[in-house]
């Protein structure tokens, strides 16, 4: 069984930086890719980016230029370094692993808690 555990986050000030940190442990099939989701109160959990095992990231529009995904494969770790944050950042941003070849699955992180103050 594929577990997340999500590091960092916290209170930040507006312009301020954050780095998160997701380690999967339990991996018997290889993952595809891992990402970043973030769901703000009220609202659906959104994509804020996504990197493959081969290292090719993809960014939600609001977040490029600003955030930076990054992956450790032989760490089974991915991280994301936010910069710039505003507050509209604010969020319990979650970390998800995707395998999408047989037997493919899909595992979510308990999700750490952003607040980025103005």
């Known amino acids: 069984q594929v577990r997340l555990v999500e590091s960092g986050g916290g209170v930040v000030q507006s312009g301020g930086s954050a780095r998160l940190s997701c380690a999967a442990s339990g991996i018997i099939f290889s993952i595809t890719a891992m990402g970043w989701y973030r769901q703000a109160p009220g609202k659906q959990r959104e994509l804020v980016a996504v990197?493959?095992?081969?290292?090719?990231?993809n960014y939600a529009d609001a977040v490029k230029g600003r955030f930076t995904i990054s992956r450790d494969n032989g760490k089974n770790t991915v991280y994301l370094q936010m910069n710039s944050l505003k507050p509209e950042d604010t969020a319990r941003y979650y970390c998800?692993?995707?395998?999408?070849?047989?037997?493919?699955?899909?595992?979510w992180g308990q999700g750490t808690q952003v607040t980025v103050s103005s």
């Open positions: 998800n692993a995707e395998r999408t070849s047989y037997p493919a699955y899909s595992r």
């Open positions: 990197i493959t095992s081969g290292g090719s990231p």
